[in-house]
């Protein structure tokens, strides 16, 4: 399996591109926070996100809140926040 761990986007539309290519080769992503920018450009980075065919694994950063992770579960099956599901989903 292989993992792609990424980690400080901060909204930028650039460095998520760059994610998204590199996901391509990987079975399941890990964002380790700051996927915004004091939680601006959230919806737009976790919508690209969640149009991907595999997990993405959230931790959320000090740039967003947990509860901005737990929203994206409700719209997006494949998010999932790391920390409200060690049981498994």
């Not at 959230?58 to 049981?87: A, W």
Request: charge should be negative; hydrophobic fraction near 35%; proline fraction near 1%.
């Amino acid at each position: 399996m292989k993992v792609l761990f990424f980690s400080d986007v901060h909204a930028n539309k650039d460095h998520l591109k760059k994610v998204l290519e590199k996901s391509k080769e990987a079975d399941l992503l890990v964002c380790a926070g700051d996927l915004s920018k004091m939680g601006s450009g959230f919806g737009e980075m976790i919508e690209q996100l969640g149009e991907l065919d595999k997990k993405v694994l959230l931790i959320p950063g000090n740039n967003e809140t947990k509860e901005f992770v737990r929203e994206s579960e409700e719209h997006y099956d494949n998010t999932i926040m790391i920390e409200d599901n060690l049981g498994g989903r």
